[in-house]
């Protein structure tokens, strides 16, 4: 079992910056792809980035590429999404999420098995 705490959301300005933190706990950590995902309501949980449990391999929505940066610490058991020049429609609940113990990456949410709580980010133009 693996336990995901988001962080890092809140309100920024169109154009402004955040870096969404997920802490790991439970079972290794370090051997498990991440994702990072977002809600609004009434849609469905919209694939953001992955990265593998290396670090090595990068994957992001076409929406975000450019903007955001995915990347890990092992030795802190973290993920980080770092968020640049953000738009309006970015604003979401963001989530982060976990592949099983060394599992490829993957851009669909159905294959991630451990997920965390969610963190908001709102955008005003």
């Known amino acids: 079992q693996v336990q995901l705490v988001e962080s890092g959301g809140g309100l920024v300005q169109a154009g402004g910056s955040l870096r969404l933190s997920c802490a790991a706990s439970?079972?290794?950590?370090?051997?498990?792809?991440m994702g990072w995902f977002r809600q609004t309501p009434g849609k469905e949980r919209e694939f953001v980035a992955t990265?593998?449990?290396?670090?090595?391999?990068?994957y992001y929505a076409d929406s975000v590429k450019g903007r955001f940066t995915i990347s890990r610490d092992n030795a802190k058991n973290t993920v980080y999404l770092q968020m640049n020049s953000l738009k309006p429609e970015d604003a979401a609940v963001y989530y982060c999420?976990?592949?099983?113990?060394?599992?490829?990456?993957?851009?669909?949410?159905?294959?991630?098995?451990?997920w965390g709580q969610g963190t908001q980010v709102t955008v005003s133009s």
């Open positions: 439970g079972r290794t950590f370090s051997r498990n792809a």
């Open positions: 990265i593998s449990w290396s670090g090595g391999s990068t």
């Open positions: 999420a976990a592949r099983p113990n060394i599992a490829a990456l993957s851009t669909r949410a159905r294959d991630h098995d451990y």
